[in-house]
């Protein structure tokens, strides 16, 4: 096994998503628009919220990729054009397929918009092949329970699989292309060792601490991009705990037209999108 360098530090930038909750998104910026199959990463908080002052993301439409959320702290309540409704947890995933469109409103829980909390997640958007782009709209729901932990380098390392397999355990999501989504809690000195094919573009997210990735060091809300020059990442913890999202996938190599919530392959078609929205064709939310 060859082990990748870290080609780019990238630090998140600050953006203002739905109707104003705060993000870091280390992409899409004008930089590093996309880390194909990957479209855009958000890191939501983690940010202690007064009683009323929670915000989230009422109803907005998608088409023609997936959204995945996964909560650490605090809840997510969603619901949809397609009649789903459901709450997302600490530790569980919510991977959304929009497909040829959905209409759906992301909120924080009711009980901490009411009441105050906090709230800490993430939502990454992955990008769907032209041919599964106007698939139904579909939804798997991952208990925080059923995301496997890996357990590495001595039980210095502890690994949440969200996609793709790891030393054995496979995620519970499937995916349309191939994927890996492994959330590291690495202690101090621990280090992360795992396969990468070297087809695939892959990179680390410091949600907290500090780490050494592919040789590169990066602090709490930096993107580390691995260069396509070997099969296996090396993450590194320093003298405290750090938390690690490690994202990686083969890339779908296709043309990418977007515009706000949706991902085709031509303008046309994104035209073609913000008609069928315009004209109800993504439905309504009526749960
Ligand atoms: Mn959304």
Same mark, same amino acid.
């Not at 191939?178 to 590291?184: K, V």
């Given at each position: 096994?060859? @082990? &990748?360098?870290?080609?780019?530090?990238?630090?998140? %930038?600050?953006?203002?998503?739905?109707?104003?909750?705060?993000?870091? !998104?280390?992409?899409? /910026?004008?930089?590093?628009?996309?880390?194909?199959?990957?479209?855009?990463?958000?890191? %939501?908080?983690?940010?202690? =919220?007064?009683?009323?002052?929670?915000? *989230?993301?009422?109803?907005?439409?998608? !088409?023609?990729?997936?959204?995945?959320?996964?909560?650490?702290?605090?809840?997510?309540?969603?619901?949809?054009?397609?009649?789903?409704?459901? &709450?997302?947890?600490?530790?569980?995933?919510?991977?959304? /397929?929009?497909?040829?469109?959905?209409? =759906?409103?992301? %909120?924080?829980?009711?009980? +901490?918009?009411?009441?105050?909390?906090?709230?800490?997640?993430?939502?990454?958007?992955?990008?769907?092949?032209?041919?599964?782009?106007?698939?139904?709209?579909?939804?798997?729901?991952?208990?925080?329970?059923?995301?496997?932990?890996?357990?590495?380098?001595?039980?210095?390392?502890?690994?949440?699989?969200?996609?793709?397999?790891?030393?054995?355990? @496979?995620?519970?999501?499937?995916? =349309?292309?191939?994927?890996?989504?492994?959330?590291? !809690?690495?202690?101090?000195? *621990?280090?992360?060792?795992?396969?990468?094919?070297?087809?695939?573009?892959?990179?680390?997210?410091?949600?907290? *601490? #500090?780490?050494?990735?592919?040789?590169? #060091?990066?602090?709490?809300? =930096?993107? $580390?991009?691995?260069?396509?020059?070997?099969?296996?990442?090396? $993450?590194?913890?320093?003298?405290?705990?750090?938390?690690?999202?490690?994202?990686?996938?083969?890339? +779908?190599?296709?043309?990418?037209?977007?515009?706000?919530?949706?991902?085709?392959?031509?303008?046309?078609?994104?035209?073609?999108?913000?008609?069928?929205?315009?004209?109800?064709? %993504?439905?309504?939310?009526?749960?």
């Amino acid at each position: 096994m060859t @082990s &990748r360098s870290g080609q780019y530090v990238i630090p998140a %930038m600050h953006a203002i998503e739905g109707a104003g909750f705060h993000v870091r !998104r280390p992409f899409p /910026t004008p930089n590093l628009p996309m880390v194909d199959p990957f479209l855009l990463l958000d890191h %939501m908080g983690p940010q202690d =919220h007064a009683p009323g002052e929670a915000e *989230g993301a009422p109803d907005h439409p998608h !088409r023609g990729f997936e959204t995945v959320s996964y909560i650490l702290e605090g809840a997510f309540e969603h619901k949809d054009s397609v009649g789903n409704a459901g &709450r997302i947890g600490p530790g569980a995933v919510q991977w959304m /397929t929009a497909g040829a469109g959905v209409v =759906h409103s992301e %909120m924080p829980a009711a009980e +901490i918009r009411t009441d105050g909390g906090r709230l800490h997640g993430f939502q990454v958007w992955v990008n769907l092949p032209a041919a599964a782009k106007m698939m139904p709209p579909r939804y798997q729901d991952v208990l925080a329970t059923d995301v496997p932990e890996v357990e590495l380098d001595e039980g210095r390392v502890t690994v949440r699989v969200i996609a793709g397999d790891l030393a054995g355990a @496979s995620a519970a999501a499937r995916t =349309h292309t191939p994927i890996a989504y492994w959330h590291l !809690r690495l202690q101090p000195g *621990g280090r992360f060792v795992g396969p990468v094919p070297d087809a695939w573009n892959a990179m680390a997210y410091v949600v907290d *601490g #500090s780490v050494v990735a592919g040789g590169a #060091s990066a602090d709490e809300g =930096h993107l $580390v991009l691995f260069a396509p020059d070997g099969d296996e990442v090396v $993450v590194v913890a320093g003298e405290a705990p750090a938390d690690v999202l490690l994202l990686a996938g083969e890339p +779908i190599r296709e043309p990418v037209a977007r515009y706000g919530p949706f991902v085709m392959n031509t303008r046309e078609e994104i035209i073609e999108a913000f008609e069928d929205y315009q004209a109800g064709r %993504m439905g309504r939310i009526t749960v």
